[in-house]
């Protein structure tokens, strides 16, 4: 595997059930990032994590939860979702939080019934 | 607070034909400015990184500029092609790697 990965890519959930979305990078990186991307909206910076610390959390529900267990791997744990959640959830990784480009994992595409 | 505002919304062109891309910022106190391509449904792929001390970046037939004391940048693309055909979104970046999308460019070239 190269590059960022994302699975699953689709995921359907009621909104009682638990789910979680996972993101892992093969590039070294020490900075991982949540994105979501709802219709014809920009993208929104979720959560930060640099050297598996969370370093930023841009005002997002509880019902969001991430977690960052080492460097190369990044969750996304939801539970009692709302259908407003329902987007395109992006995963992306930097070689740090000053410099370099970002690298965008293929996104989880979420439907929340 | 940062804006970012991406014109055209879309374009439709036929194929070979040269084009440009802008896109404007509030905040000229940036780091850097990525340019990305989003096919639809699918994620980000990084096509430019311009630091803010540079005023152009190229890559292929792709061609980048910076203007960063008036808030500015504008992605040339030569000879287009079918298969360019894509979202094309400018983030700068305003520090400590958040970048700030705007809505993009929707971009059809036909044969």
């Known amino acids: 595997e190269t590059g960022v990965t994302q699975t699953p890519r689709h995921l359907v959930m009621g909104m009682t059930n638990k789910k979680s979305l996972k993101c892992e990078q093969h590039?070294?990186?020490?900075?991982m990032y949540w994105y979501k991307q709802s219709a014809k909206k920009p993208l929104e910076l979720m959560f930060v994590?640099?050297?598996?610390?969370?370093?930023e959390n841009n005002s997002v529900p509880s019902r969001f939860s991430p977690e960052c267990p080492n460097s190369s791997h990044l969750f996304l744990h939801l539970h009692t979702l709302q259908p407003e959640d329902s987007a395109l959830y992006l995963c992306?990784?930097?070689?740090?939080?000053?410099?370099?480009?970002?690298?965008f994992g293929p996104g989880t595409r979420l439907t929340v019934t | 607070k940062q804006e970012v505002t991406q014109i055209p919304a879309a374009l439709s062109v036929p194929e070979g034909e040269n084009l440009v891309l802008n896109c404007s910022f509030t905040d000229s106190a940036i780091y850097n400015l990525q340019w990305f391509r989003q096919d639809p449904g699918k994620g980000l792929t990084s096509l430019l990184l311009?630091?803010?001390?540079?005023r152009e970046q190229t890559s292929g037939r792709l061609n980048a500029s910076l203007d960063k004391s008036s808030g500015r940048s504008t992605l040339y693309i030569a000879a287009s092609q079918p298969g360019d055909s894509a979202t094309y979104l400018c983030a700068p970046n305003t520090g400590f790697q958040k970048l700030v999308f705007g809505t993009g460019t929707r971009l059809l070239v036909s044969p």
């Open positions: 311009i630091q803010s001390s540079q």
């Open positions: 992306a990784s930097s070689p740090g939080r000053q410099l370099g480009e970002q690298y």
């Open positions: 590039l070294g990186h020490n900075a």
């Open positions: 994590y640099s050297l598996e610390e969370r370093v």
